[in-house]
């Protein structure tokens, strides 16, 4: 699977680079907020410090079933991150993880420029031919977004994961490549 690590990927909002560790105070303050975390299956988490966030990123950056990259403005701000997981070259599929963590660009439409232009290399120089998301069953914003790009209800997890302590069921969606808007 071919990703150029210094190559931003371009879309039409947003900007996504490869992380970095000096982006870890970014992940700290993102994940330190109670409505960012509402929405992640990190509601149950520890509260994210810079000695936990640093472990995360470096487990990441030595994972090679993933890719992760920030999602900025076209002026260069930080608003989240998005990744490809579990990554599995022979099957040529993946699972997409997205988190807005800057708040004043909920519902803006960053979110769904962000997944299409990932989606576009993913479909395109990375070869995949599936990308596959777990998401909160009651987040419709985030399932408009992944709508809007292709993604397809495929099933319910019952009661999949806890939210505050509180059993949550959650949507399995996937695009495939040639479904991808």
């Known amino acids: 699977m071919t990703v150029v690590a210094g190559s931003p990927l371009l879309g039409k909002l947003v900007r996504l680079r490869f ?3 000096a982006d870890i105070p970014l992940f700290v303050q993102w994940y330190t907020d ?3 975390l509402h929405w992640l299956g990190m509601s149950e988490a520890p509260v ?7 472990a995360r990123f470096q487990a990441s950056e030595d994972d090679p079933t993933r890719r992760a990259w920030i999602i900025e403005t076209l002026q260069g701000k930080p608003i989240g991150n998005i990744a490809l997981i579990n990554l599995n070259e022979l ?4 699972e997409l993880g997205i988190s807005i963590g800057d708040k004043a660009y909920w519902g803006r439409g960053y979110g769904t420029d962000a997944i299409r ?3 576009a290399n993913a479909f395109g120089p990375m070869g995949l031919r599936r990308v596959w998301l777990i998401t909160d069953a009651d987040n419709e914003r985030g399932i408009r977004s992944y ?4 993604f ?3 099933g319910v997890l019952r009661r999949h994961r806890l939210r505050n302590g509180k059993p949550l069921d959650m949507l399995t969606m996937a695009v495939l490549k040639e479904e991808a808007n």
């Open 152 to 154: 397809v209800r495929e």
């Open 48 to 54: 994210a410090t810079y000695e936990s966030e640093n």
């Open 19 to 21: 992380r970095t560790a």
């Open 91 to 94: 099957q040529r599929t993946a």
């Open 117 to 119: 232009t990932l989606l």
């Open 147 to 150: 709508e809007k790009c292709g």
């Open 34 to 36: 109670p409505d960012v």
